[in-house]
């Protein structure tokens, strides 16, 4: 008798201007059993760190799964068709169908939790000074949603900018060249992401083009030189945009405040938007 099964494929990914998984590394497929009719789930996975995914059915027709619906999983770095689950035929006499849409987003978003103690080093070399243009909540472009504690240092083009905190580049952006002051630019702010231990991200962006130190995949370690700064993208004036930042577990983009540290051991946390405030690395 003969079984039909139609499979409707549809991803549903976190858009935004954060770190995007690249569909070309990261893919969830299925693959059918023509002898019994049953479909299994597959991931691979060749980003440098995992990934957090969802799996939810908005059509099953006479099919059950092996395992709790919607299906969420870490799908760990470099797996290659890695099974997830299975559906199977509930009565073979019957029509059946599936249809499921997939969310993913960088990260082990259902057992790390950002670990609010951390301080973290000023993004820029010992004993240089910047000041704040843009802090939390600001006018220009940090109204977005996600936003929210983002930090922009006025520095000139080509200053040397340095990982806050230690971690794995994810993402390196730095083939751009324009910038400008309306939202329309945003799309070419070069940056590098750097993912670290607790499961959130580092974000540089509006660097140099061709100012990245670093390539994905390199680990860092808090204070070192990763790029050079720039005015690329949303941009009205050369600056480096730094934020920290990961996903909840509906994989929407939560920001996170973060504590400096500065000179004879002092920390702060930099969240109003005061003219001329400056900071000091420490």
Same mark, same amino acid.
């Given at each position: 008798?003969?079984?039909?099964? @139609? ?33 299994? #789930? ?52 019957? +029509? %059946? ?7 993913? *987003?960088?990260?082990?978003?259902? !057992? ?6 951390? #301080? ?11 000041? @704040? ?7 220009? %472009? ?19 900018? *340095?990982?806050?905190?230690?971690? !794995?580049?994810?993402?390196?952006? +730095? ?38 130190? #670093? ?50 051991? /002092?920390?702060?946390?930099?969240? /109003? ?10």
């Amino acid at each position: 008798m003969k079984n039909y099964i @139609l499979s409707i494929l549809s991803f549903l990914i976190v858009t935004s201007s954060f770190a995007q998984v690249d569909d070309e590394l990261f893919n969830i497929y299925n693959e059918r059993n023509e002898e019994d009719g049953s479909v299994t #789930v597959y991931a691979d996975n060749a980003n440098v760190i995992e990934v957090s995914a969802t799996v939810e059915f908005n059509v099953l027709k006479n099919m059950q799964a092996d395992v709790e619906l919607p299906f969420k999983t870490v799908v760990p770095a470099g797996s290659k068709h890695l099974k997830l689950l299975t559906l199977t035929i509930k009565k073979m006499e019957k +029509e %059946s169908q599936l249809g499921y849409s997939v969310k993913h *987003c960088y990260g082990d978003i259902y !057992t790390k939790n950002h670990d609010d103690s951390y #301080v973290y080093t000023i993004p820029y070399k010992h004993g240089q000074v910047y000041s @704040l243009e843009q802090a939390y909540g600001g006018s220009f %472009s940090h109204y977005i949603t996600g936003r929210t504690h983002a930090l922009d240092f006025a520095m000139d083009v080509g200053t040397t900018v *340095c990982a806050a905190r230690g971690g !794995t580049v994810i993402g390196v952006k +730095e083939d751009s060249n324009k910038g400008g002051k309306t939202s329309r630019y945003q799309e070419y702010g070069n940056s590098i992401e750097v993912y670290h231990g607790d499961g959130s991200i580092a974000t540089y962006v509006h660097l140099k083009k061709n100012g990245s130190k #670093v390539k994905v995949g390199d680990v860092v370690k808090a204070g070192q030189e990763i790029a050079y700064s720039g005015n690329t993208g949303w941009s009205s004036g050369p600056h480096l945009h730094f934020q920290v930042y990961t996903f909840n577990q509906n994989m929407d983009v939560k920001s996170i405040a973060t504590k400096f540290l500065q000179p004879y051991g /002092k920390v702060i946390t930099l969240k /109003k938007n005061l003219d001329g405030y400056t900071s000091v690395h420490h």
